[in-house]
């Protein structure tokens, strides 16, 4: 992304790779752009006329994570390189990059093969560990509201698909890169017996990866996009950036009054790892608070307009009621819950609808499971007189009914009064199958 004469690019690397950031630094610089720093995952250039620069990144795991380039083991690294004649670029966690007008002869900042050696593999485990950790986390934490649920209902919302397919190609991205390291520490070791140089240039794995980092940071923009035009988290966008800009500068001060009042490294490093927890912990307790509010506006939001709804008491020749409703429709499903009701009336449903049969039959499969695991309800198979290509099931008291067809489901809880079974299903069938036929 270029915004003037800055560009910002999404290069995601573990340190045991390093080389191929080096040359893909002093590509850069031969069309024109200067590394500038580095913010998380992106590298941030300056334009600047072509030349040839030669780029160092040095890894050094004694740096701690926490601290960075205020730690005195990053000063001291530094002044060494720069004595070296190395100039400092930036600095990120344990690495740290320098460059230098391109010479036939450079003098290597790190010359030790096997410290060299050490060095990395400690940092690259880390590194591993807490990405693997991380897309678990968040990944088994999405698990949980979709896959895991008995509510089907995230396969109608775009955002949360995307986000699925963005934190399962991670999870997949670091897997293999996590398996890729073992061997090439492996690999290592044996080389390093052997007195043979060690290889930290995987240019072709590299450029794999920087082309899924690329899929997944357009699929972050799309579900972005997505969450904030669809209107009820846009509502509440401005809430979250907040909370987030207030949590990055109280985290930023806090360091910074802590870096004051004491200069050991280890005594910083407590300090900083508990504000760091404390200021999560805090914004869980807020987000979530934030989300349940969302979540129920959602739900709760007032429709009256029974027309834009399949199916209401009015339907079933029923006085009408206060309602509510939801509409949800992704790439997948198109999926309405409706519910009305008073003290003597009450009707409620979830319809999905879908071009994908499998679609479908995960849909019947959740709300079977759903039954057994919360409504203590028997259902079974009802016999009727609709086509046979929708599929009737009720339940034992004769208050649910569920049909299903190749491309849509209902099931529906509705208190029947004088009602009969078959009189529901057929008003059911009019309405939601027989209408969008």
Request: aromatic fraction near 12%; hydrophobic fraction near 45%; include cysteine.
């Amino acid at each position: 992304m270029r915004i003037g004469s800055k560009k910002w690019v999404l290069f995601k690397f573990v340190p045991y790779e390093y080389k191929v950031l080096e040359k893909y630094l002093e590509k850069m610089a031969l069309k024109g752009w200067m590394l500038e720093g580095m913010v998380g995952f992106f590298l941030k250039f300056i334009k600047i006329e072509p030349k040839a620069l030669k780029y160092s990144v040095d890894v050094m795991d004694k740096i701690p994570m926490i601290l960075g380039g205020d730690s005195k083991s990053a000063v001291e690294c530094r002044e060494y390189c720069e004595a070296a004649g190395w100039k400092f670029i930036c600095q990120m966690e344990k690495i740290q990059i320098y460059c230098k007008e391109n010479e036939v002869y450079n003098i290597p900042i790190q010359t030790d093969e096997e410290e060299k050696y050490k060095s990395i593999f400690k940092a690259s485990l880390k590194y591993s560990i807490l990405n693997i950790l991380c897309v678990s986390m968040l990944l088994y934490s999405q698990y949980l509201t979709s896959f895991g649920n008995v509510f089907p209902e995230f396969l109608a919302d775009n955002s949360k698909l995307l986000l699925l397919l963005l934190l399962s190609l991670w999870f997949i991205q670091d897997s293999v890169q996590f398996i890729h390291f073992i061997i090439w520490s492996i690999t290592g070791r044996l080389r390093l017996k052997r007195n043979e140089p060690i290889s930290y240039d995987f240019k072709a794995i590299t450029g794999i990866k920087l082309v899924l980092n690329k899929i997944m940071f357009i699929l972050l923009v799309a579900m972005l996009c997505i969450i904030i035009l669809s209107g009820l988290l846009g509502k509440h966008l401005l809430e979250f950036l907040i909370v987030l800009t207030l949590s990055i500068l109280a985290g930023i001060i806090l360091f910074k009054v802590i870096k004051k009042i004491t200069n050991k490294d280890e005594t910083r490093k407590l300090i900083n790892i508990s504000i760091v927890i404390l200021i999560v912990i805090i914004n869980l307790i807020i987000y979530s608070r934030m989300t349940i509010t969302i979540g129920i506006n959602g739900i709760l939001g007032d429709n009256n307009d029974y027309g834009s709804y399949s199916l209401a008491l009015k339907d079933f020749d029923m006085i009408s009621a206060e309602s509510y409703g939801e509409k949800k429709e992704s790439v997948l499903v198109y999926c309405e819950h409706y519910i009305e009701d008073d003290e003597n009336s009450y009707i409620s449903y979830y319809l999905y609808r879908s071009r994908y049969n499998f679609i479908i039959d995960y849909v019947l499969n959740k709300e079977f499971e759903k039954i057994n695991r919360y409504d203590n309800e028997e259902v079974i198979i009802m016999e009727s007189n609709i086509p046979d290509n929708i599929k009737v099931y009720k339940s034992i008291n004769e208050d649910k009914f569920i049909l299903v067809s190749d491309n849509t489901f209902i099931s529906l809880y509705i208190n029947r009064k004088d009602l009969d079974g078959e009189e529901v299903i057929n008003i059911i069938y009019d309405k939601v199958f027989k209408s969008a036929s």
